[in-house]
């Protein structure tokens, strides 16, 4: 069975940096489009990164290009969100979610994924 498990979300001031893990089982990270999307209070769910670790292909929404770094462990099947300089319109839920690679790579779109982690939950505050 699929699981993805999210973990590393907390607490940060404004500027601060977090470091999310999705650490997947029942399937390879690396030959799946793993994405990572956040849905703050009262919004729907949009996406901030994704990656494609067979094909070296990576994408970043706008707000997080230069900031955040997606990143992967093969040997422990896990994918990484590293954010840095974090604004409070950043908080939210963060999911990790696993779907099959298009020939381009990955998009930001959630019915690309078909499986879905329990989201940890990241809130940027003074």
């Known amino acids: 069975q699929v699981q993805l498990v999210e973990s590393g979300g907390g607490l940060v001031q404004p500027g601060g940096s977090l470091r999310l893990s999705c650490v997947a089982s029942?399937?390879?990270?690396?030959?799946?489009?793993i994405a990572w999307f956040r849905q703050g209070p009262g919004k729907g769910r949009e996406g901030v990164s994704c990656?494609?670790?067979?094909?070296?292909?990576?994408y970043q929404s706008d707000s997080a290009r230069g900031r955040f770094t997606i990143s992967r462990d093969r040997a422990k099947n896990t994918v990484y969100l590293q954010m840095n300089t974090l604004k409070p319109e950043e908080t939210g839920v963060y999911f990790c979610?696993?779907?099959?690679?298009?020939?381009?790579?990955?998009?930001?779109?959630?019915?690309?994924?078909?499986?879905w982690g329990q989201g940890t939950q990241v809130t940027v505050s003074s």
């Open positions: 979610a696993a779907g099959r690679p298009a020939v381009y790579g990955c998009r930001l779109q959630p019915y690309d994924y078909i499986h």
């Open positions: 029942g399937l390879t990270v690396d030959n799946y489009a």
């Open positions: 990656m494609v670790g067979s094909q070296g292909t990576i």
